[in-house]
């Protein structure tokens, strides 16, 4: 039978556990915020914004509520969550009907939330809007 006394790791087994230790923390940063990317809980009557700041074609973002509300044609008015299905960041633009997220190139359609480009594996959530007396409200 053998005793081990003293026994020391060596400097190789001291580096590569410091290197797995480095690599664990660097692919946590890749987790995005602690979002989940799931619709955000907003109380039914919320004013998002009004009509006139969201341009035809366009959008705007609402960081602090992880929305995007857009205008895809004249008069119609969608909303969706903000946060990317790719990696949980928020999305980035809204510009020719497209939601751009560019933290890592996704991009989705500004009327339906469908992906259009990748890596995002999945649609932007739909978030229930109505619009009164020129506000957006959460329904």
């Known amino acids: ?13 001291l580096f590569h556990g410091l290197g797995a230790l480095g690599v664990a923390a660097a692919l946590a940063g890749c987790g995005g915020d602690d ?5 955000p809980d907003l109380e039914a009557g919320t004013e998002l914004t009004t009509t006139d700041e969201v ?10 509520e992880k929305v995007v509300v857009t205008q895809p044609t004249a008069g119609e008015f969608k909303a969706f969550t903000a946060v990317c299905t790719h990696q949980q960041l928020t999305v980035t633009s809204v510009e020719d009907g497209v939601i751009h997220c560019d933290n890592h190139g996704s991009a989705y ?12 594996p999945d649609p932007l959530a739909s978030i229930a809007i109505e619009v009164r007396d020129g506000k957006i409200l959460t329904v």
């Not at 979002?35 to 619709?39: L, V």
Request: proline fraction near 8%.
């Open 1 to 13: 039978m053998t005793t081990l006394r003293n026994a020391r790791p060596t400097r190789r087994i």
């Open 55 to 64: 341009p035809v074609g366009g959008g705007i973002i609402l960081t602090e």
């Open 109 to 120: 359609d500004a009327a339906t939330g469908e992906v259009v480009q990748s890596p995002a």
């Open 35 to 39: 979002g989940d990317g799931a619709t």
